[in-house]
């Protein structure tokens, strides 16, 4: 069964660069039957799609966020990375990583890690 | 954007009791829609994918369906682990979530 970590600083300072990894167990971040993901959600709030990466490195952001996003694959670790640049108070939020199935959807989740941006 | 509506914001609802949540989007997804659950302090659970396809391990007290831009999640007796928020997720055209619903115990 595939298991998803996410890792990185708990805090970040305003207009930093917000980075963050997920490692991948139980399964290889190779293959090419799915999406890796990040999702994020804001204290109290709902859930917000920030884009995926496929195996051979095709990346899809969603536009609101496209111009600060950067997602990354490292097969080698089996592991993918967001970085998040010019952050603000508003990209305080608990950060999941997921995987999506290609052929049927449906997300499997990380535990997620909170990132608070502050000075 | 796809956006994706959920209704109603929170359901009342007794221990024992149906409950039916909505998900209307805002054009088609075909069948292309999820659902999760989702406890404070958790991340989500995939409940329905496909829009009634139940995920490993999803008891069959919940289902899913409809197709399009009309979509159903039905508990059908709910037990105390099932009050959560409830989310869709539409997959058809990038992805995005509705704002989710609140079973709360009446």
């Known amino acids: 069964q595939v298991q998803l970590q996410e890792s990185g600083p708990g805090l970040v300072k305003p207009s930093q660069t917000l980075s963050l990894t997920c490692t991948v167990s139980?399964?290889?971040?190779?293959?090419?039957?799915?999406?890796w993901s990040w999702i994020r959600q804001p204290p109290g709030k709902g859930l917000e799609w920030i884009g995926y990466?496929?195996?051979?490195?095709?990346?899809y952001y969603n536009p609101s966020l496209k111009s600060r996003v950067t997602i990354s694959v490292d097969t080698s670790k089996n592991q993918f990375s967001l970085k998040l640049s010019s952050v603000t108070a508003a990209d305080t939020a608990v950060y999941y990583c997921?995987?999506?199935?290609?052929?049927?959807?449906?997300?499997?989740w990380g535990q997620g890690t909170l990132v608070t941006v502050s000075s | 954007e796809i956006v994706m509506t959920q209704s109603p914001a929170t359901l009342s609802v007794s221990p024992g009791e149906r409950a039916t949540l909505s998900c209307r989007a805002s054009?088609?997804?075909?069948?292309?829609l999820a659902w999760y659950q989702q406890k404070p302090g958790q991340a989500p659970r995939l409940l329905i994918y496909?829009?009634?396809t139940r995920a490993t391990g999803i008891p069959a007290r919940f289902s899913g369906s409809g197709s399009g831009t009309e979509f159903t999640l039905t508990i059908s007796s709910l037990q105390s682990e099932d009050f959560a928020v409830y989310y869709c997720?539409?997959?058809?055209?990038?992805?995005?979530f509705g704002q989710g619903t609140k079973v709360e115990i009446k």
């Open positions: 997921a995987r999506e199935a290609v052929t049927t959807g449906g997300l499997a």
């Open positions: 139980g399964g290889s971040i190779s293959s090419g039957d799915y999406y």
């Open positions: 990466i496929y195996y051979s490195g095709s990346t």
């Open positions: 054009q088609s997804v075909s069948s292309n």
């Open positions: 496909g829009a009634s």
């Open positions: 997720q539409q997959y058809n055209n990038w992805w995005t």
